[in-house]
């Protein structure tokens, strides 16, 4: 089976990629780290091995013939929403880079003389907008209205560019992911070993999250899943609050987590980040998976730092 996948390198991608090519997959990752067209194979990752192919993620060329005959595509272009102050430049990346690409693919797509069966595309639980209510959101709720959520509303649109009777598209609404060494958990973790870790705000914003292995086998499972279209929330069956994330986190580290960050603070640092990503947030559910029958393996935060962190931090 030949899987295509654009974003492919980071923290998400790069694991997915391996994973296919170790059981003889044929994996295209999509880079701009190569001219539009050029590929190299890469050996020592798998048989057969993982292929970088150069692309323009704005334009179409020379890269497209991968896309035709794969079996599935996967879309995690996108630049990292914690990663600096939202400057309207940051915000601007921030969209283009998502929006653009996968206006992109799904033209590619459309193109295909042997389309894809299915086009999983990213998004993320930011969809339904900060809240503080604590309101559970499955994927029948509504969209929310602040930056993130137009964000991923206009992203999801052009994912849906690419459904037709013989591909099906799979907007992935994904939570915070975390997994040791990497993404949000990585910097979350600093404060307690310093013995300063605590609630954030007020403690009562919900966290939605999953474990890295169980968001990779979701993209996967999805791939398999002939009859599910549209969105999936990609998030364990019990979101927390910050105040039990803390708390959680601080037992798997053997550290206090008593040492609170207040909201003005962060507020100042921050500025809209710290509304929209720390002070509030979401309680979104994966209604689809589980009704579809995905099984977690981490359906809990103890059991996952747990799997992250083992018995002794």
């Known amino acids: 089976m030949r899987i295509v996948i654009a974003g492919g390198t980071g923290f998400l991608g790069s694991p997915l990629a391996e994973g296919y090519a170790e059981e003889g997959h044929d994996v295209r990752v999509l880079t701009r780290g190569l001219k539009p067209g050029e590929s190299r194979h890469e050996s020592g990752t798998g048989v057969p091995g993982v292929t970088r192919v150069g692309w323009d993620p704005a334009r179409s060329g020379p890269w497209e013939p991968v896309i035709d005959g794969a079996e599935a595509v996967v879309n995690l272009t996108g630049a990292d929403i914690g990663r600096g102050r939202w400057t309207p430049q940051r915000k601007a990346l921030i969209r283009d880079s998502r929006i653009i690409p996968t206006k992109t693919l799904a033209a590619a797509i459309r193109k295909a003389a042997n389309p894809p069966q299915v086009f999983v595309s990213g998004s993320g639980v930011g969809y339904y907008g900060a809240s503080l209510e604590g309101d559970v959101k499955t994927e029948r709720s509504s969209a929310g209205s602040d930056f993130l959520a137009r964000v991923c509303t206009d992203w999801e649109a052009e994912a849906q560019q690419a459904a037709s009777a013989s591909t099906r598209v799979v907007t ?79 037992h798997a580290l053997r550290r206090p987590a008593v040492v609170p960050t207040p909201g003005i603070a962060l507020k100042i640092a921050l500025g809209e980040m710290a509304d929209s990503l720390v002070l509030t947030g979401q309680r979104a559910v994966p209604e689809r998976a589980l009704s579809h029958g995905f099984h977690f393996r981490y359906p809990e935060i103890d059991l996952a730092f747990r799997g992250i962190f083992g018995e002794r931090a």
């Open 172 to 250: 992935l609404r994904t939570a915070m992911v975390v997994e040791r060494g990497g993404g949000a958990l990585q910097k979350l973790v600093t404060p307690y070993r310093f013995f300063v870790g605590g609630r954030v705000g007020s403690g009562r914003q919900y966290m939605s999250w999953i474990h890295r292995v169980d968001w990779i086998e979701m993209v996967r499972w999805i791939v398999d899943t002939r009859a599910l279209t549209g969105a999936v929330n990609a998030a364990a069956p019990v979101p927390v609050t910050n105040r039990e994330f803390a708390r959680a986190l601080g």
